[in-house]
């Protein structure tokens, strides 16, 4: 039966590594796939991996049906034998169902890919709706390390190293960046917590505040 398929995990946990490699497999056995992807980190229409590698994909447009898109496709003369979706977290709650729909309707399996939570640990639309209606979520098992050292289970947003909790839930970056740009950093809890991003806990050890006092 076909299903609806939600990967998660926190960013630099392999999401985009493993939709390129159900591509690569279902593409070797003459299968053909609808890749659709939203800002992703390699530009407009791309589904990317920070591994380096990267294919073509139907950029997303708010407001877009995809379960009309796919209708129109295969109408035309196209094939799809399945669907991946990357970055689903930023796709609308009613995109969600466009997908719910491909995979009663059309009949094609949809793996969709995203983190479930923001920089503020709250949940993206996209991701809750995928929570409510996928058929499987599976958590990828490839753990991503805060700094410390422990299993990173929070997304941070990032301005010159420091954490910070306001903003839109929507603002384009990643892990690697420049010191004053946006950037993103996956921590654990308790450091999501304090706020204590590598650079601040970097900042924090060479303070002399915390050097040890000489005893002359």
């Known amino acids: 039966?076909?299903?609806?398929?939600?990967?998660?995990?926190?960013?630099?946990?392999?999401?985009?590594?493993?939709?390129?490699?159900?591509?690569?497999?279902?593409?070797?056995?003459?299968?053909?796939?609808?890749?659709?992807?939203?800002?992703?980190?390699?530009?407009?229409g791309k589904l990317s991996s920070r591994l380096g590698l990267v294919t073509d994909a139907v950029e997303?447009?708010?407001g877009q049906d995809l379960y009309a898109y796919l209708v129109d496709h295969l109408s035309q003369?196209?094939?799809?034998?399945?669907?991946?979706?990357?970055?689903?977290?930023?796709?609308a709650p009613e995109q969600i169902d466009q997908?719910?729909?491909?995979?009663?309707?059309?009949?094609?399996?949809?793996?969709?890919?995203?983190?479930?939570?923001?920089?503020?640990?709250k949940l993206f639309p996209?991701?809750?709706?995928?929570?409510e209606l996928a058929d499987r979520v599976e958590v990828l098992q490839v753990e991503a390390l805060c700094w410390c050292g422990a299993r990173a289970t929070h997304n941070a947003r990032t301005i010159g190293g420091a954490m910070v909790v306001e903003g839109a839930q929507v603002v384009v970056g990643d892990v690697t960046h420049s010191a004053d740009e946006v950037g993103y950093e996956v921590l654990c809890r308790r450091h999501h917590r304090r706020r204590m991003t590598a650079a601040t806990a970097r900042a924090a050890a060479l303070s002399p505040?915390?050097?040890?006092?000489?005893?002359?």
């Open 1 to 44: 039966m076909p299903e609806l398929v939600f990967f998660s995990g926190t960013m630099d946990c392999g999401k985009s590594t493993l939709a390129l490699q159900i591509e690569h497999n279902r593409s070797a056995r003459g299968l053909a796939g609808m890749i659709f992807s939203r800002d992703d980190r390699a530009g407009e």
């Open 60 to 62: 997303v447009e708010d």
């Open 77 to 91: 003369g196209g094939r799809a034998d399945y669907v991946i979706a990357d970055e689903a977290q930023f796709l």
């Open 99 to 121: 997908l719910a729909r491909v995979v009663d309707d059309l009949g094609l399996d949809v793996y969709a890919f995203g983190i479930t939570t923001d920089f503020r640990s």
């Open 126 to 131: 996209g991701s809750q709706r995928l929570v």
């Open 209 to 216: 505040d915390v050097l040890p006092m000489s005893s002359a």
